[in-house]
C-alpha cells in the first residue's frame, strides 16, 4: 500500500517537471518582468479593467495570473459602446492591433493608458507615436520582445523631439506622463462670437497685436498661458462666413477646423456633450422688461380709493347713523331712510369735521361719537398719507406678473430668430403662453442686439442672468433705471458651455481649469467689470437712456381738475336744494305727498 503511493506521487512530480521543461526559461522570465510592469501601473494610477486587442499575443498568457476583468477584442474593434465606468489599461498585441472604429469607445478610452507588444520586424518607435498622435491617443509606451534582457520601456511624449524616450523600468522615472501640461507653444484654434462683454476684440498699442478680452475669452486665454501654448484667432472666413456667430462655431469645432470656441452653448441647445465642455456658467434666462411709467398725478385720488375700502366706509357711515338716531331718543321712530343716509353728524364726523352735539348726551351717545371721531381719524390720517406720499413718489402703472399678461399690453417681446428657434424646439411652456401677435422676432443678430443694448423702452427682450448684470451696471449711471428683470424665466437653471472637438486630447484640463477659475473667483470678478472693459473698449456707452419725467415743482390745476369738477357738482346740488327748502317747495311736495297717502287710504 505503501510502495503505491510512493509510485504515484513520483508519477506527479514527474509531470510537473514535464511541464515546466516545457516552458522556456526566457518566455517565464519575460512574463514574471510584464506582470511587474502591470502591477507598476497599477499603483501609479488604478486600473480594474483590461481591454486587450489583438490575437494570441504574449499578453493573452498574463491574464492567468490577473484577477481582473478582461475584455478581448480579436477583431481590432468593439461593435458596442464602451460604456464601462471604470478605469481600463488597454494592451495591443502589435501596434496594428488596434483598429478601433467605434465612435464612443474610441471617446471614452482616449484618455485611457495603452501598451504595446512590439514583435522583432515592426516600424520604429517614432512612427508609432506619431501614428497614435493623429488618433489623438497619446498615453502610449511599448515594449519589446527582448524586455527581460533590457527593461526599457519606450514612452511617447508628444511634444518633445524625439518622440518618444527610454524609460528604465527600475530608474524609478514615470512610464506615462501629462503631455499637455506644457504645449511647448503649440497653438489652440479658436474664433470669437464677439458678442459683448464675453469676447471682445482689440488691438494692443503697444505690441500691435489683437487681443480679446471678456469673461469668456479670459478663461481660454489664461489656459493657454497655463499649459504653454500659444491662442490662434481663426479668421471667420475659414468657416465660410464674414462674421461668426455661435452655429458657425459649432460647425467648426465638428469638422475640426476648430479646438475650443468662444462662444457659449446653452443646454436648450444641446444635449449631446461630446462637442461641448463641462458646463462653465449655472444660470437663468428671463425677461428685461421695460420700468412702467409713473402715473399722472390727477390720477393719484383714483388710485387710493379702493371700492372695498369704501363700501366699508359706507357701511360704518350707516351703523353710526342708525346708532345716533336710536340713541338720541331711545326709540325707532326717527329711524327713516333720509335721517340714515344724510346723517350731518354721521358724515361730518366720519370726514373729520366738527358738528353740534347734543345737549345732555347719554353714556352711550358719548361712547358712539368717540367711536366716531376715532373712525375719522383713522380714515383721514390714512387718505393724508396716501396722497402725501403719492404726490412726492407717484406710483407705477401695472406690472406684467405673467407671460400671458403681455397680451394685455401694447408692449411687444422682442427675440431673435436662433432664440426663438429653440424655445419652439424645446416646448417651453412659457414661451407657447404668448400670443403670436405679441411676439417680434428678428433674422438678423446683430440688429436685435444693437437695439436691446440702445435700451429700447416698447420692447421686452429675453436676456441671461449674467448679461443682465452687466446692463444693471450700465443704468445706474442713468438718472432712472429704464428695465428691470423680471420673475418671468424661460428657464432658471440654465447650463452654457464652450464648444470643443469631439476627441480633443486635453479637454479634461481645460475643464478643469475652469473649475479652478469658479473656486477662486476670478469668473465673477471678470463678470463685474463686464461693462468698465466695454466702456475701455469703446463698446459701450455711459450716455443716459432713460427718458426723467418733467416734474413741476408745484401741483398744477390740470392735476386737480376732476377733483374739482366733482367738487363744483357738488355745490350746486347743495345751493339748489337749499334754495329749494328756502322757497318753500319741500314743504309743498309733503302736503302733496301727505294728500296722496290719505287718498290711497
Known amino acids: 500500500m505503501a510502495s503505491g503511493r510512493l509510485v504515484l506521487i513520483l508519477g506527479c512530480f514527474g509531470q510537473l517537471s514535464a511541464i515546466n521543461v516545457s516552458i522556456p526559461s526566457e518566455e517565464l522570465e519575460l512574463e514574471d518582468r510584464l506582470l511587474r510592469v502591470l502591477a507598476r501601473l497599477r499603483l501609479e494610477e488604478e486600473f480594474n479593467t483590461l481591454l486587450v486587442y489583438g490575437n494570441e499575443c504574449f499578453f493573452h498568457s498574463l491574464l492567468r495570473h490577473l484577477v481582473i476583468p478582461t475584455v478581448m477584442v480579436a477583431s481590432g474593434s468593439t461593435d458596442f459602446d464602451w460604456n ?38 515592426v516600424p520604429s518607435c517614432e512612427s508609432i507615436c506619431n501614428k497614435y498622435s493623429l488618433k489623438e491617443q497619446h498615453n502610449v509606451a511599448m515594449v519589446k520582445a527582448n524586455f527581460d534582457q533590457t527593461d526599457i520601456i519606450y514612452s511617447c511624449r508628444f511634444f518633445q523631439k524625439p518622440n518618444h524616450r527610454e524609460v528604465h523600468f527600475f530608474a524609478g522615472q514615470p512610464i ?4 499637455f501640461r506644457n504645449m511647448n507653444g503649440a497653438e489652440i484654434r479658436s474664433v470669437p462670437d464677439l458678442l459683448t462683454p ?5 488691438r494692443d498699442k503697444k505690441s500691435g497685436e489683437v487681443q480679446i478680452l471678456g469673461y469668456l475669452a479670459n478663461v481660454v486665454n489664461t489656459y493657454a498661458e497655463k499649459v504653454n501654448a500659444k491662442m490662434r484667432i481663426e ?9 461668426a456667430n455661435l452655429l458657425d462655431i459649432l460647425h467648426g469645432t465638428q469638422k475640426d477646423i476648430l479646438d475650443i470656441g468662444m462662444a457659449l452653448v446653452s443646454s436648450l441647445q444641446f444635449e449631446n456633450m461630446d462637442f461641448i465642455t463641462y458646463p462653465y456658467l449655472l444660470t437663468g434666462y428671463c425677461l428685461m422688461i421695460p420700468v412702467p411709467a409713473k402715473l ?3 390720477q393719484v385720488y383714483s388710485m387710493i380709493v379702493d371700492p372695498l375700502v369704501l363700501c366699508i366706509i359706507f357701511v360704518l357711515f350707516c351703523l353710526f347713523s342708525i346708532l345716533i338716531v336710536y340713541t338720541q331718543n331711545l326709540s325707532w321712530r326717527h329711524l327713516t331712510l333720509a335721517n ?11 370726514l373729520g369735521q366738527s358738528f353740534p352735539f347734543p345737549p345732555n348726551p347719554s353714556k352711550h351717545l358719548k361712547l358712539i361719537i368717540f367711536i366716531l371721531c376715532f373712525a375719522s381719524v383713522m380714515i383721514t390720517t390714512m387718505y393724508e398719507s396716501y396722497l402725501q406720499s403719492y404726490f412726492t413718489q407717484p406710483p407705477s402703472e ?22 426663438a428657434n429653440i424655445l419652439t424646439s424645446t416646448s417651453t411652456t412659457n414661451f407657447s403662453e404668448i400670443g403670436k401677435d405679441h411676439l417680434l422676432i428678428y433674422e438678423n443678430w446683430t440688429e436685435y442686439l444693437i437695439l436691446r443694448d440702445s435700451f429700447n423702452k416698447s420692447l421686452i427682450f429675453p436676456v441671461s442672468v449674467d448679461r443682465w448684470h452687466c446692463y444693471d451696471e450700465q443704468q445706474k449711471l442713468f438718472a432712472q433705471p429704464v428695465f428691470y428683470l423680471s420673475d418671468l424665466c424661460f428657464s432658471q437653471l440654465m447650463f452654457f458651455s464652450l464648444p470643443v472637438r469631439r476627441y480633443l486630447p486635453h479637454r479634461h484640463l481645460f475643464e478643469e481649469h475652469m473649475m479652478r477659475q469658479h473656486e477662486l473667483g476670478l469668473v465673477m470678478f471678470w463678470k463685474s467689470r463686464s461693462f468698465y ?17 418733467q416734474t413741476a415743482v408745484s401741483l398744477l390745476l390740470d392735476d386737480i381738475s376732476w377733483i374739482l369738477k366733482i367738487y363744483s357738482v357738488a355745490i350746486g346740488i347743495s345751493i339748489c336744494c337749499f334754495i329749494l327748502e328756502v322757497s318753500g317747495c319741500m314743504k309743498l311736495w309733503e302736503r302733496l305727498w301727505r294728500c296722496r297717502r290719505l287718498r290711497s287710504q
Open 398 to 419: 401695472p406690472y406684467i406678473r405673467s407671460f400671458r399678461d403681455i397680451a394685455n399690453f401694447s408692449i411687444k417681446l422682442a427675440l431673435s430668430r436662433l432664440e
Open 340 to 350: 340714515v343716509l344724510l346723517n350731518d353728524k354721521s358724515l361730518r364726523g366720519l
Open 198 to 202: 464675453r469676447a471682445m476684440i482689440y
Open 296 to 298: 399722472p398725478y390727477n
Open 533 to 549: 472693459d466695454m466702456v475701455h473698449l469703446g463698446l459701450a456707452s455711459m450716455k443716459d437712456y432713460s427718458q426723467k419725467r
Open 176 to 179: 506615462y506622463i501629462e503631455n
Open 235 to 243: 479668421n471667420a472666413t475659414k468657416l465660410g462666413v464674414k462674421k
Open 84 to 121: 464601462f465606468s471604470s478605469s481600463t489599461l488597454i494592451l495591443s498585441c502589435d501596434p496594428e492591433a488596434d483598429r478601433e472604429a467605434n465612435p464612443v469607445t474610441l471617446m471614452r478610452l482616449q484618455r485611457s493608458r495603452r501598451l504595446i507588444f512590439l514583435q522583432d520586424g
